[in-house]
């Protein structure tokens, strides 16, 4: 460098600082005019300028040239952007160390000691990560290295499928405008329709084609497959790049035309439908669905001979054996799948009850009469229904006046037939001279017939299956009759018809918790013959046949079915019962009439889980051993032992109810606060009408109609005899109420005018409960 224009650049560079004071801060008045400087003055002066520090590598040497022009200033920060160009041209990088302090080194290197990731921080080099959607990131790799400048440098990480890259800003944003638009999404989506084979089967092929294209060295993006199998269609959903997409076109296309060309056997069992009913549907469904091969497969399969499938039903295991194409079993699978499910059931419980309101009248007179002759005797009598006897054992008391043993007996036997009698009884007997008797009574007999309860069955049936109650008998009825020509050698057919109370419910489970019953509701009974020489008998028949929808749990009433029979009957002396005036001394005649309606009311209850079975199951052990406790009066053994003993199920008590209803006020006998669970098993302490609680008030008597009585009314005199069932155990007293409230509110026909009591008990195993 020549001497003057060493001298120009010392001057210049005494210039800048006394430039740079004069002028305020950051006004862009910079100037950078260096012309061939050696580069360690210009480092000195940009450090002057901006206050960075600067650490120079020893191979950073030589002269450089910057100018920013003689009209017009630069910003600071434009400046240092010009000098880190200058350094760039010049073979060196300015790699940030600290946020004011750089390190100058070659560019070869600079790359390699680049600053924080995904900043620039306004040096030369920057590093940069990209993350990659679609396209593999070695490939990008691969093709980004030919673009990338020489001192940059560019990384693939397979894991994330990531670049890293470190270079210039300006050339890292490059790289990313030019990645974004390369990393698209080029691959199809296709959905391809089976036949033949299994849309599973068919999606393990097409990944296993895609492994292996891969590790014959094609790209991992150009190999790669995603494929979802649908079963319920059969069909393969496969997204791949359209290379890819055409193997996989073909091998599909082969594997659903091999899997027409023969048929195999496959095995399915049951869990909860019938084999034989469903080889039946299945049957049916195969004749009509019956698939028809498309052009590609009828090429395929030409000179096989197409066969039907078949199926088959075992009933050992419920087991079903289909025979046929993959397509057939396929189909037929997907059909047992839906259909064999497990059922809910449905407790049908029935009251059926006939409400009569029936009158009879008798009117009639008896008489006897008897005469002693020696040791014979003479009588005469007219009697009619129950006064036959009375009549005779007083005549016998009569007769017998020489042994006071069978008098007694006699006139104890009078007694007790008379006791017999129906209706209003007036009559006398004398003794008369020489043995003879008479005796006569008069009757008058009215009855009226009240309703009473037929039957009340439960029963348990599947859902859509029929159940049948049946209480009643079988009796012969004659369909036909023949004779041979001479009358004899008769044949004669015979069937059974069922006579009684038959109620047959078919249920079906609505969406929301409702019911359809398809109810036939019988009664019949035998009337008696058409003639007295006749073996043909008549029966009164009375039916209800009807389809309803009632909610889970309520009760519906069916009835409305009136009997009415009017019957007349008349006994007589012969010739005297016809006689004037005096015939009415020798005949009895009776008069019966019935008006009978005939009412079913039906329960429906759907169980469709193991734990309302259970409940269902302790409610009816619960009545059940309730009636026992009646008629036993006590003494009959626990029912849920018995059964435990002989089935060895139930071994264990059912656990005690669930408080379901809202909390109520702990009864007064407790004191605040104290664990009821600890209590003893002493009776409780019956609390003062002023103070129940909300759960004692429960358990108190139904009121009679017409108010309250009067308080200074003496309570009414109970029997002595007591009758009592237990309807169930429960935690506390508060949860007790609101089971006899259910209870009331279910049937308060039934249980109108009835109290209940809870009493507290205390069982080793259950704990404290108590006993409603």
Known sequence: MSRNKFLAAIAGLLALPAAAAAQPKDRCEERLNFENIEIGLVIDEMASRTGR??????????NVTVKSGAEGGLCREEAWELFLAALRVNGFTATPITADTFKIVPAQIGAREAGPVNESNGSGFATQIIRLDHVNAQEAASSITQIIGETGLVSSVSSTNSLIVVDTPDNIERIRQIVARVDRDSSVVETFSLHNSSAAEAAAAVNALARQATEEGAAASAARVQTTPIASSNRLLVRARPEMMSRVRAIIAELDAVGAAGASLAV?????ADAETMVKLLGNLAEATAPAPDAEAAANLAGIAQERPRLSAYPPTNSIIIYGDAETQRTMKSVITQLDVRREQVLVEAIIVEVSDGTARQLGVNYFAADRNGERVLFSSNTFGDAERQLLSDAGRGLLESDPAKQEDLAQDALDSLLGLSGFSFGGAATFGSGKIFGAILTAIKEDDQSRVLSFPSVVTLDN???TLSVGQEIPITTGETVGDDFTNTFRTVSREEVGIILKVTPHINRGGTITLKIDQESSNVAGQIIDTS????????????????DNGDILVIGGLVDQSEEQAASKTPV????PLIGNLFRSSSRAKTNRNLMVFIRPTIIGTRQAAR????RKLDFISGQIAVASKGRAPDLRARIAEV???MAEAPPLRDEAAPALAPPTDAAPGADTARETAARPVEPKPAALSAADAAFAPTPLAGGAPDAEQSEPTLSSVFHGAHLGSYRSRASAAAGWRELRENWPLELDALSAKAARFN???????ERL
């Open 535 to 550: 073996t043909d008998l008549i029966t009164n028949k009375r039916a209800i046949t009807t389809t309803s929808v009632v």
């Open 576 to 579: 005297l019962g016809d006689a």
């Open 53 to 62: 520090k600067f650490l120079v590598d020893p191979r950073v040497t030589g």
């Open 268 to 272: 399915v069992q049951l869990a909860h």
């Open 647 to 649: 089935t060895g199920a």
């Open 465 to 467: 299956e029929p159940a």
């Open 763 to 769: 069982d080793p195993a259950r704990g404290a409960f």
């Open 615 to 618: 409940v269902v199951t302790d």
